[in-house]
């Protein structure tokens, strides 16, 4: 037996350490499963994946993944499961994540997970805590403690990781961040960004029945036992704050995502902001039919950087303004404006277009095509790339701090006052009706 010595541990890492203690059964979940991938790739192998949640947005992804080995599938509406499950008679079917996610027998490499928000962050920490590399629709998770147990075991776990955000693997976005980084319309001083969407104003139906295809009890996962809300499943879920976060909730990862990848807020010196919000009054039940919010991050020696939202139909200022001058609906055309010393940038999930820079000067391509975001996925658990050059650009590290971004707008509206964000600063740290917002209570049988 080796004699454990702290810093021959230190020198070799935890992770040769548990290979080290691997003949004695000791590996971990994580090293278990790396070694049976790697095993697999070196045989020209497919991978093992599961898909929880199969129809919409999971029939897509899919869709994405269907040349690997689908060995399970999980959807907790029999007519999607049924339909799905005839097309990979192979898989096996399951009704419930949790069952799915602890049968060794499944041996997976990965699991999609494309089910309504509330269940995305306890079935992904199941995955992540197994070993398993997770890919999960945005937003990641619906509450800022589950972003950020998720960040953690992701990194603890080393699993590879991506967030849904499909439009960050797109050639658009890419010209926009080399455009912003290179100085195109000199420093950005703010950034309005909108959707004219509206995921708005549940309501409860006491008494309503729920679809016979559907397990109403498993779709409500870790949340508290209620009626049936009729018309709810599929889709309208999003107009709930108990399962959703509205309009900024939905769209906010896709389209946030392009500022903050531009201006890398992602990086801890952004962490701090002020939240300002403008809304209809509060309901408890529904999100609202519009929302504005404003992230306002300080800066050393100069004002602070304005990053703006607007949903539901508002029309930021600015852009009404630049619309109306040069006889264009940018507003119709474009949801990002990027607001510089030297001019302007509007941007889409397609095409970008530079205003009142006569000079606006070339950038050079410094960011490479993507192969693909599932592929980015799906050649890292190949690699073993969890991080770094190599690992899908929407992995949990990065998609953490996007989705606390738009969770944090969505709190400052709920609690109806301006509010001090900082990522770095523990949950426990904020005012209870905050905290109260970051974090869900489970009912038993389900965990984070
Ligand atoms: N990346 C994108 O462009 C994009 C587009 C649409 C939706 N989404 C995201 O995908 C997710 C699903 O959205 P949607 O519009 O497809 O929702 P949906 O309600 O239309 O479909 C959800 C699917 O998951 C199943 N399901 C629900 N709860 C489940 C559970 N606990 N276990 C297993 N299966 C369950 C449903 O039966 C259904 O098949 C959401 O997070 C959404 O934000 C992403």
């Known amino acids: 037996m080796h004699r454990f010595d702290r810093r021959r541990f230190i020198a070799l890492g935890a992770a040769s350490v548990a290979s080290l203690l691997a003949p004695w059964g000791c590996a971990t979940s994580r090293e278990r499963v790396a070694t049976r991938t790697a095993r697999r790739v070196a045989k020209g192998d497919r991978l093992r994946l599961a898909i929880i949640g199969v129809a919409n947005q999971g029939g897509a992804n899919l869709d994405a993944v269907k040349d690997e080995e689908i060995v399970a599938l999980c959807d907790v509406d029999a007519t999607y499961l049924d339909a799905v499950g005839s097309r990979f008679p192979q898989a096996l079917r399951f009704r419930d994540g949790r069952e799915l996610l602890t049968n060794d027998k499944l041996d997976l490499d990965g699991v999609v997970i494309s089910t309504p928000d509330h269940t995305h962050a306890p079935l992904a920490a199941m995955a992540l805590r197994s070993g398993i590399a997770t890919y999960v629709e945005k937003p990641l998770t619906h509450t800022i403690d589950e972003c950020r147990t998720l960040a953690k075991l992701a990194r603890d776990n080393g699993c590879v990781t991506q967030m849904g955000t499909l439009i960050h693997a797109g050639r658009n976005y890419r010209r926009v961040v080399e455009a912003i980084r290179g100085g195109v319309i000199g420093r950005v001083t703010q950034v309005d960004t909108w959707c004219p969407k509206s995921w708005c104003c549940g309501k409860l139906t006491p008494g309503a029945a729920a679809p016979a295809t559907l397990d109403w ?232």
């Open 217 to 448: 009890n498993l779709w409500q996962g870790p949340t508290q036992p209620t009626d049936y809300v009729e018309g709810i499943h599929p889709a309208n879920w999003r107009s709930h704050w108990r399962y959703g976060t509205g309009t900024l909730g939905d769209m906010g990862c896709h389209i946030l995502d392009l500022p903050m990848w531009a201006l890398g807020l992602d990086d801890p010196k952004w962490s701090r902001c002020e939240i300002y919000t403008e809304g209809p009054p509060l309901d408890a039940v529904g999100c609202p039919p519009w929302l504005e919010v404003s992230w306002a991050f300080p800066q050393p020696g100069s004002d602070p950087l304005i990053l703006r939202w607007f949903d539901g139909g508002r029309v930021p200022p600015l852009v009404q303004e630049l619309g109306a001058k040069d006889r264009q609906d940018y507003f119709g055309r474009y949801m990002v404006c990027f607001q510089g010393t030297r001019g302007f940038l509007m941007a889409n999930y397609g095409e970008f277009a530079v205003l009142q820079v006569p000079d606006a000067p070339t950038v050079a391509r410094s960011i490479p095509d993507s192969p693909g975001h599932h592929r980015e996925w799906l050649d890292g658990i190949r690699t073993g790339r969890a991080e770094g050059e190599g690992s899908p650009l929407c992995r949990f590290s990065y998609a953490t701090a996007l989705t606390e971004l738009v969770l944090s707008g969505t709190i400052a509206y709920r609690i109806g006052r301006p509010l001090t964000w900082d990522r770095r600063r523990p949950i426990a740290a904020f005012d209870a009706d905050v905290r109260g917002l970051c974090t869900a209570t489970y009912r038993e049988g389900w965990r984070l």
